[in-house]
C-alpha cells in the first residue's frame, strides 16, 4: 500500500513486530450450554454469531494465557524478553487483586529489565494499550514493548444468567512493538474515550472497596459480570461507527485504503451493522467470534493474530482497530503495518 498517509513527522515510530495468541483446549459449544441454561444453538447463533468459546480449567490462569500469547509473539518478533522495556497487561479479570497479572508475566517471561502494569479498560484494554506504549516508544522513552490482553471472563460468568453466559470465552493475545527510526510503518493514530455515567451498562461489583471481601453480599450475583446487553448494543454500533470515521478523517484514508478493520469482538450482529453504517465491504472486516465468543481486551490481538498468519493482513497494510466495553470505554488504532 502505497498510500501518503496524514501524520505527524516523528523520529521514532511504534512498529509491531511480533504477533502471538493463545486460547485454552478446553472448548464449550452452544448444545452444550443449552443443557445448562434455557437457551439454544439457534438463539445463540442468530443473535450473537456465536457458536463455541474456550473455556479455562482451574489450573489456567490470566496470566498463564498471558504468557503464552506472549511467547509466541516474542518467538514472531524474534526478542529475547530481556531486552523489554515495558510490558502492559490489558485484563479485567486479573490474576489476583495485587500484584499485577503483568508482574507474573515478566516473572515467567524472565524480562528482568522490564516495568509492568495492568490496565483496566475492559475490552478496549487493547487498544488503550496499544496506545500507551505508542507513546513511550515516539518519546524515545522505551525502545521495546509487549502489550497482552489476557481474560479469563469464564471465571467471573453467571452460568445461570442466559443473558449473559452465552456471550464470553477465554483467551490472551499479544504484540511485540519496537522503536522504529525514519521508518513510515507503524501506530499512525490512536484516539481513546470513556463516558464513566453509563458505568452500570456492564461491570462486576463484588470484592472491590465498595463490596469488600469480608462484607456478606446482599445480592450473592454480584460476583459475577452483569451486563444490560440491549444499552450496549446501541452504544457500541454507535461508538464503533463514529470512531472509525474520526480514524480515516484524521489520517485522511478513505475505505480503499484500508486493509482491514479489527473491532473488538462482542457480537456479529454488531460489527456487520456497524460495518454497514461505514460502507465497508465484507473482506475488509474480520470476524472470529464463532469460534472464541467475546473474550473482552483478548479479542483484537487474537484476531489480529489469525489475519496476519491467514495472509490477510500483509506488511504495509493499513489496518484499523477498534473497541469498545465496559466503563464506558472505547477507542482505536490506525496501523500502517
Ligand atoms: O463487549 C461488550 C459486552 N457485550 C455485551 O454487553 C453484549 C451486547 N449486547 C448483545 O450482544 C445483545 O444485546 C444480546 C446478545 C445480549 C441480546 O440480544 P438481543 O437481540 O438484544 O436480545 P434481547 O435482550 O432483546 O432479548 C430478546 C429475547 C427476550 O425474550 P422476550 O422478552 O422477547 O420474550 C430474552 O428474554 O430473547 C430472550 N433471551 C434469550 N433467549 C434464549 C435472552 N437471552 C437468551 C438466550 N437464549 N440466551
Not at 5 to 18: C, E, P
Amino acid at each position: 500500500m502505497n498510500k501518503e498517509v496524514k501524520q505527524r513527522r516523528l523520529a521514532y515510530r511504534a512498529v509491531i513486530t511480533g504477533h502471538g495468541s493463545f486460547a485454552p483446549a478446553n472448548k464449550l459449544t452452544n448444545e452444550e450450554l443449552a443443557k445448562k441454561v434455557d437457551t439454544s444453538d439457534e438463539w445463540i447463533t442468530s443473535r450473537t454469531g456465536i457458536k463455541v468459546r474456550h473455556i479455562t480449567t482451574d489450573d489456567e490462569t490470566t496470566a498463564f494465557l498471558a504468557t503464552e500469547a506472549a511467547k509466541r509473539a516474542l518467538a514472531e518478533a524474534n526478542l529475547d524478553a530481556g531486552e523489554l522495556d515495558l510490558i502492559i497487561v490489558a485484563t479485567i479479570t486479573p490474576e489476583m487483586v495485587f500484584p499485577s497479572t503483568a508482574s507474573f508475566v515478566q516473572r515467567s517471561l524472565r524480562a528482568k529489565k522490564a516495568w509492568v502494569f495492568d490496565l483496566a479498560a475492559a475490552c478496549s484494554g487493547f487498544v488503550y494499550g496499544l496506545s500507551i506504549v505508542q507513546q513511550f516508544l515516539e518519546s524515545g522513552r522505551c525502545k521495546k514493548a509487549l502489550v497482552i490482553g489476557a481474560e479469563t471472563l469464564t471465571k467471573i460468568t453467571n452460568w445461570k444468567d442466559r443473558t449473559s453466559c452465552i456471550l464470553f470465552g477465554d483467551g490472551a493475545g499479544a504484540v511485540v512493538l519496537e522503536r522504529g527510526e525514519g521508518k513510515q510503518r507503524g501506530i499512525i493514530y490512536s484516539t481513546m474515550s470513556s463516558d464513566g455515567d453509563r458505568w452500570k451498562a456492564l461491570n462486576c461489583q463484588a470484592y472491590g472497596s465498595r463490596y469488600p471481601a469480608d462484607k456478606k453480599l446482599k445480592d450473592p450475583n454480584k460476583i459475577y459480570m452483569e451486563i444490560k446487553g440491549r444499552e450496549v448494543y446501541q452504544q457500541a454500533i454507535r461508538r464503533i461507527v463514529e470512531t472509525v470515521n474520526a480514524c480515516m478523517d484524521h489520517c485522511g484514508l478513505t475505505i480503499d485504503d484500508i486493509g482491514m478493520v479489527i473491532s473488538h469482538q462482542m457480537n456479529a450482529r454488531i460489527i456487520e451493522s456497524a460495518a454497514k453504517r461505514l460502507n465497508l465491504p465484507n473482506e475488509k472486516v474480520y470476524l472470529n467470534i464463532t469460534e472464541y465468543g467475546n473474550t473482552s481486551a483478548a479479542s483484537v490481538p487474537i484476531a489480529f493474530d489469525e489475519c496476519v498468519r491467514a495472509g490477510k493482513i500483509k506488511r504495509g497494510d493499513i489496518v484499523i482497530f477498534v473497541a469498545f466495553g465496559a466503563g464506558l470505554t472505547w477507542g482505536a488504532n490506525v496501523i500502517q503495518f
